[in-house]
Structure formats: C-alpha cells, structure tokens
C-alpha cells in the first residue's frame, strides 16, 4: 500500500499557505528538506546559471514508492501527516504536501526514484502545469528531482529573478543552513559543474567547520552539547579570539529546522557580553531540541520560523549554557598584584590633551590652551551653520575616547571622531575614484585571505571593482583570495583580520542595480573601516588635524552613513541649564531687587 495520500478540505484549511517557490534557493531548500525526511544519509545539488537553467537534487533515501509516483506531484498530497493532531507534533521537514505541486506547477519535472523494498524505479516527467508522465526506470536506491526551464509559464516571475550570480550565492546559503547543522549528512553543491562544497556523511561539528569555513575557524570552536530544564542546545560557538564583522555566521535551528530569530543572535551575543568588540559577531551553529509539542512549525508558509511555547525560556537557558561554556573554556585571569587590580578597576578618564609649553605655564593642566582657527565656509545646511559652531576652537580633550571636546566662544562643541574622520576618508577616496587616481599601496608581503566556500567567489567576481578602488585581489586556489594592493587610507599595516573584516562588510553590501550605487557603498565601507575608531586613544595634534579636515569637507556634519559627527551645546542652552537665564534666573533677579 501507498504511503502518500491527498489531505482532505479540513485539514488543508489548518495548513499556513503560501507561496513557497520565490526562487532556486526555495526549490533548493524544499528538496533537500525532502531527501532529509526519506532518511538520506547523502545528498547532492547540482544547479546550472544560479538554478534558473537547471537543479538537479539528488539523494539515497528510501524512495517513492511506484503506486504513490501518481499522486506526489498532486497539491496536498503527503506522507507525513494525516490527521489534525498530527499537526501539534510535526517530525518532519515537510507536511503540507505542497512543494513537489508548487514546482511542477511552474517548471518542467523529471524525477527518477526507486523505493527501498521495489525492484523497477520511476520516472515522472512533466512539462510545466502538465499531467506527468510515468514510465519505469531503473537506479539506485533514492531520488532524483531535476528541473529545468523555471516560470517558462509565469513570465513575470521568471523576470523577477536576479542574475545568475545571486541566485547561485542563494543557492549556497540554503545549502549552507543544512549542512552546517546536519552534519551527519554528506552534502556536495556542484555550481556550473564546478564541485564548491563537498562534505562527507558522518562528521563530527568540528570535522564539518573544517570542510566549509577552514581550519582557522575550526581550531576555535567551542562544543556545545549541554541540556536544562528538558531544553537540549548542541553545536558549537567560536571562541572569542575568532569574530566576523557581521552575523552571516550564525546559525540556529529548532529540532534541526533551520529558523530566522534575530533574538537568538541577541542571546548568544548576550552571552559573550564585553569578550567582543562592537561590531564583532560570533559565529555559531546551534541546534535546539525540544518537546515536540511545544513547536509549532506551522506559522510561516516556508518555514522558515517556527513559534516556540516559553520562548523566553529557551532564551534564558541557552544564554546559561552559553555563557557557562565561555567561562569554563577560558578561565578567568586572577590578578596577582595591586596594579593588576588597580588596573581592571580603571575608570575610562577623560584624556586631557596639553603640551608641554601649557603644563609649564603654571604647574596645572590647563585646559583652554591650542587654537585653530576655523574660516567660515557658506553651509549647505542652514540649521548648523558653521558660524554658529564658532571661529575659535578651542580643543579641551578626549571623553570616553570617542568625543573630542572644544569650546568655542559660541559654547561647547563635540566631534565623534569616528563619524568624522569617516566623512573625511569617505570624500578624498570618493574624490580619487571619481578621478579614476585612487592612491595606491602595494603591500610588501600580499596577504592571503581564507574565506567561506562561495565567498572568495564572490569577492573575485567583483575584481574590476575593486580595482578601481585600489584592491588588487587574485585567487590562490580553493576559498583563498591573495590581496596585493590596498587604497593608501587603509594605513600601512593592514592585517588579514582588518581586511577579512572589510570583505565582510563588503559582502554584506548585498546586491545594487547600478554600479555607481555599489561603488558609494563600497567607499563608505572602506571609509569607515578605515576611520580612527572610537575607544581609540588620539592626540591633541591629531585632534586638530580632524577637526580641520572635517571642516574641508562638503557634508561635514554627517559620517558618510548619516550619522552626525558634530554635535553643538549652545552657550544659550548652557546657561539655561545652570539657570543663568530663563524664567527661574528671572524670579531670583525680581527677587533680589524686591521686584513684584
Ligand atoms: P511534503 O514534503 O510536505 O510531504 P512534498 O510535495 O515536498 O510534500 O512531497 C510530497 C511527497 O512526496 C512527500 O510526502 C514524500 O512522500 C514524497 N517525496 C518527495 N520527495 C521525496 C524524496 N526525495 N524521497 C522520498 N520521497 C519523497
Ligand atoms: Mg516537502
């Protein structure tokens, strides 16, 4: 007898529908989760032209059996759910029944399978919104789902579909959600006949980190494998010696369905506190168990969320277990001596910048001593117009090692050095690649940047870019991309960490239409990633040197990302605020002369 079956109106009608076909990645994503639930221990993907020309998914998993070939390509037809109840305790990846529909609703199928316990396979093969074709075949056990010719009949969502390029990158993220986590399964991803990732059945976390990010990222993984309260968290988090400048590494999933929660980014990064930098993620793959009956797969038409009872719960137990885990993989350092103490109990201090000729003046820091003087320049923007902030600069120091603090004889001026020395680099390499003379270095030793699989690809796609930026890349084989030239603002000790920082954000720009647009954005990054930043300790030389500059540029009240980098505290709102002036100043003044 047939295992799938067509369910029937009612249940349907409990079923979140939706689209779940958008693009290659999501036919993808719905066949691997398929072979998974036929128990396949291998699975391979083959796409050609980011999947738009074809997808080949292929598995060694227990087959459709020949009687149920008829019915599989049929909307709502399942094996893995019949009755109502079975939607509160969902084991499988799929259960609507909707995805082999959905596809051979819009693009040409050719599935060929054989059942574990039959001896003659199947082929299924139809042309987009046909009735299939069924003849025998023969071939090992498992399946082959290939398809070819995407939204030939749905033109308006064949043009909705981006260059090959970005489907593919698509393409391997879904790939990539999987493999990460299953790592019992061997995957391999065969992109344009090029095989991009191959990882055996069988490994362990570690094993498996190795075979898509590199042994740099696989020697600093911490295991997780701990439970609390019936709630089991298993993978693994990087050590925080090893950081990505953006989230594109981590990785969660609920009884191994991969799922999008920006809380559990949230968590884990709660967890490592004050171990990172800003702007420093950690990577992570980590997979919550939990009874089956309080997850409810069925919220997201693709999904790609799931609703968990006693969230918060969850949450609470894997911040402890992950923050446990940092403290016993890192024992804390015992400080020996009074300065060790004295020293991690240090306030952050204001830095007061003085020479030597002012410390000499009388023996006391004096505050108000260097002057630059500042031309007034037409603003652009009236409502701060330069002559506001005050000809006069006096530069007093540094607060919290980001504020640098002046006054001026129009009251008290803050400049975020960050956001200021961004606008300054941003509009001198603006300018220079707009001159096409961008100011070049060339690195004594080029540096070889490791990457992600699909990552150096990317970047190597985008070389002529960069060129004009001043970044010679190159590849050096495999995920390996060699740098050879940097632009001059970078500085002159670039190291691999900064630019492996830089190639995140780069890749994070995601995808522009025009290629001006993806050039601003890729000057902005490199802008800001080469600015001082804040928590960095700057002289009073260096100081004014900033805010000059700063005041050289057209959009000096703003970073080049729209952050203000000049804020002004008016005398007027000074005086104010020490109740020098304003109604209350009045009453005292009437009061002191007796006036009614
Ligand atoms: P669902 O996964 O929600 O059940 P699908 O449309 O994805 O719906 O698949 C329909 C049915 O076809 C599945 O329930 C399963 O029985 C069968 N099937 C699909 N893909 C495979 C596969 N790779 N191996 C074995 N059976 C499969
Ligand atoms: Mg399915």
Request: hydrophobic fraction near 40%; charge should be negative; aromatic fraction near 4%.
């Amino acid at each position: 007898m047939g295992k799938i079956h067509v369910l029937d109106e009612a249940l349907v009608s409990l079923i979140s529908a939706g689209e779940v076909i958008e693009n290659p990645a999501s036919i993808v994503k719905e066949l691997i989760e398929n072979a998974l639930d036929a128990e396949a221990t291998n699975i391979e993907i083959q796409i050609e032209k980011g999947g738009i020309d074809s997808i080949v998914v292929s598995d060694n998993g227990e087959g459709i059996q020949k009687e149920d070939c008829l019915v599989c390509t049929l909307r709502h037809s399942t094996s893995k759910i019949e009755s109502r109840e079975d939607i509160d305790s969902i084991f499988t990846y799929g259960f609507r029944g909707e995805a082999l529909a959905s596809i051979a609703a819009i693009a040409d199928l050719d599935i060929v399978t054989r059942y574990k316990d039959e001896e003659i396979g199947t082929r299924i093969k139809s042309s987009a919104g046909q009735i299939p074709d069924l003849t025998d075949a023969s071939r090992a056990q498992g399946t082959r789902v290939e398809i070819s010719e995407l939204f030939k009949n749905v033109p308006a969502r064949r043009k909705h579909l981006s260059d090959a390029r970005v489907e593919s990158q698509r393409v391997l993220d879904a790939v990539m959600k999987h493999a990460i986590i299953r790592n019992d399964i061997g995957f391999r991803f065969i992109r344009d006949g090029k095989l991009v990732l191959d990882c055996p059945s069988n490994q362990n976390p570690q094993e498996r980190v190795l075979s898509l990010w590199g042994l740099d990222i696989a020697s600093s993984l911490i295991e997780i494998k701990r439970k609390k309260k019936g709630i089991n968290i298993q993978g693994f988090i990087t050590d925080p010696t090893m950081s990505r400048g953006n989230r594109s590494r981590q990785f969660f999933s609920v009884r191994k369905r991969p799922i999008e929660d920006q809380s559990l980014s949230k968590t884990l990064e709660a967890a490592f506190s004050t171990l990172l930098m800003r702007g420093r993620y950690p990577m992570c793959a980590l997979d919550i168990e939990l009874d089956v009956a309080k997850v409810d797969a069925n919220v997201h038409p693709t999904k790609r969320e799931v609703r968990i009872q006693d969230f918060d719960d969850v949450r609470n137990v894997l911040r402890d277990i992950l923050s446990n885990a940092l403290k016993d993989s890192e024992p804390m350092a015992v400080p020996e001596t009074l300065e060790d103490l004295v020293d991690t109990e240090k306030v952050d201090e204001p830095t007061v910048f003085h020479d030597a000729s002012s410390a000499r003046a009388e023996g006391r820091a004096l505050l108000l001593e260097e002057t630059i003087l500042v031309k007034p320049v037409p603003s652009a923007e009236p409502d701060l117009d330069i002559k506001e902030l005050g000809s006069i600069f006096n530069i007093l120091g540094q607060v919290n090692m980001v504020y640098i603090v002046a006054a001026t004889e129009e009251g008290l001026v803050l400049v975020d050095q960050h956001a200021a020395h961004e606008r300054i680099l941003y509009e001198q390499l603006r300018n220079q690649v707009n001159d096409g003379d961008v100011v070049v270095q060339e690195l004594l030793e080029p540096i070889v940047l490791k990457l992600g699989v699909g990552e150096a690809e990317k970047i190597l796609a985008l070389d002529e870019t960069l060129e004009t930026m001043g970044f010679t890349v190159g590849s050096f084989g495999g995920n390996e991309v060699l740098v050879s030239t940097v632009p001059e603002i970078l500085g002159k000790r670039v190291s691999d960490d900064e630019l492996i920082a830089l190639v995140d954000r780069i890749l994070d720009i995601g995808e522009k239409d025009a290629v001006e647009q993806f050039m601003d954005e890729l000057v902005k990054v490199t802008a800001c990633h080469s600015a001082i930043r804040s928590g960095q300790k700057i002289g009073h030389e260096e100081a004014k040197r900033l805010i000059a500059n700063l005041f050289e540029t057209d959009g000096k009240y703003h970073c080049a990302h729209g952050r203000p980098s000049i804020v002004k505290i008016s005398k007027k709102e000074l005086d104010e605020r020490f109740g020098r002036t304003g109604p209350e100043a009045l009453a005292r003044f009437r009061a002191r002369h007796r006036l009614g």
